[in-house]
């Protein structure tokens, strides 16, 4: 063949080359999720490219025997061309091989494969109706070469998995998704979706409204004590208790009260009557399973007992949801106030509050793997009953205590991270 032929057909082998090049590189970084939205909508590309990664020993098997074929050839040809020219010249040889190695890196490998990155979808559609023919071609020569290959991963112990298995994202690899994408994603939306991940990780026990706080009708006591406690409610509804909140009798609701109210003054019995079952959740459930045991069982409102049957708070439906889309609701008079910010950038606040609403409100980033209220946090750093006017620093946050009373810390001023207490 005369010379000009060889030179030519060099380059057709490189450039054949930098086609599997870039179908290989294409395939393995397009976006799988814009693939299925594309196979949804009827693009016949897309269908052939799904085809083609559902099985990937396959797909590589034919690109990586097209490539390493093309590149053989592309070397032996250049030796052709070498003796050619300069006959059966050593030195002529080996400047050959360093410039056909090159010429495959730069022309064939390095600068398809960068290509392929920057449009993998464009490039991966395009080439699977030339990669889609080439399998059912060379189907036999594959499956025979990757006879061999199972045989060395089985002697490895190596399980492939699933073509589309190694994709599925796990939890937090959707949260990480959700915060680089956040420029395509509305903030408040964003916020949503990172609370729903959180709903397995939080607990009935993190959003509760504890005892002390709540608020509640004893049975006991007289019928115009009862009825001024309902005219004065801030609740939809309320918990029942004979005269201890250890003996909970139920729950009532505000609209049956008030269709009872119409018709005559309300007394205890009357309560009793209208009144539902408690209904008790066991602590540390996961707020995304009480979630759908609120919606199983037609319930709002649930006590939280502890291992030994002792009630330690109330959860609701709409704790929950406040928990996914931030508060929306007023809260009674008895719950925690709102942290107060004073002119020195500090901020005081109830021992009583939770740990997560401080995180979430003040952007905080106190440690949630412990107590759930600041008091508890306080006391199980000192273990002990801190006096009013003590400093301490809790995860980096300087603190001083304002007001103590009946064993639990009242009122704490946190101050800014870089102020220093003495």
Request: with cysteine; proline share 4%; charged share 20%.
């Amino acid at each position: 063949m005369p010379l000009y032929a060889l030179l030519i057909a060099l380059v057709i082998l490189l450039v054949l080359s930098a086609f599997f090049s870039l179908s290989e590189t294409s395939m393995m970084a397009i976006n799988r999720y814009r693939l299925k939205i594309l196979t949804k909508q009827g693009h016949r590309g897309a269908r052939l490219t799904t085809q083609l990664l559902t099985n990937t020993d396959r797909l590589l098997g034919v690109i990586l025997l097209g490539n390493n074929l093309l590149n053989a050839a592309a070397a032996t040809l250049v030796a052709v061309i070498i003796s050619t020219i300069f006959g059966h010249n050593d030195l002529a040889l080996f400047i050959g091989t360093i410039c056909v190695t090159f010429a495959i890196l730069v022309f064939s490998e390095i600068t398809p494969k960068v290509i392929a990155v920057t449009y993998p979808e464009q490039i991966a559609l395009v080439s699977s109706y030339v990669l889609t023919p080439l399998l059912r071609f060379f189907y036999p020569v594959v499956w025979f070469v990757n006879l061999f290959v199972q045989a060395l991963l089985f002697i490895l112990h190596i399980k492939p998995k699933d073509g589309n298995a190694v994709h599925k994202l796990s939890l937090q690899e959707l949260k990480t998704l959700v915060l680089e994408e956040g420029s395509f994603i509305r903030k408040k939306h964003q916020s949503v979706l990172l609370n729903l991940f959180d709903l397995e990780s939080i607990t009935v026990d993190d959003v509760m409204v504890p005892r002390g706080q709540i608020e509640a009708i004893d049975l006991e006591s007289s019928d115009e004590t009862i009825q001024n406690q309902l005219l004065t409610c801030h609740h939809t509804r309320l918990p029942l208790y004979r005269g201890t909140l250890d003996d909970v009798a139920g729950i009532i609701s505000a609209r049956k009260v008030l269709n009872q109210m119409g018709s005559g003054e309300t007394t205890a019995l009357g309560l009793e009557k209208i009144m539902r079952e408690p209904y008790f959740i066991p602590s540390g459930t996961p707020l995304f399973w009480q979630l759908q045991l609120f919606q199983e069982n037609h319930e709002r409102v649930g006590f939280v007992v502890d291992e030994y049957g002792d009630w330690m708070g109330l959860v609701t439906l709409e704790d929950i949801v406040e928990e996914i889309i931030g508060d929306f609701t007023t809260h009674s008079p008895l719950q925690v106030g709102t942290p107060l910010k004073q002119k020195d950038g500090s901020i005081i606040v109830e021992g009583s509050s939770l740990l997560r609403d401080l995180n979430r409100k003040l952007g905080l980033k106190l440690p949630l793997d412990g107590p759930k209220t600041l008091n508890g946090l306080i006391l199980e750093h000192f273990q002990d009953i801190p006096e009013a006017g003590t400093g301490l620093k809790i995860a980096g946050y300087p603190m001083e205590i304002i007001q103590t009373q009946n064993r639990v810390v009242k009122v704490v001023q946190i101050y800014p991270v870089s102020t220093v207490i003495e």
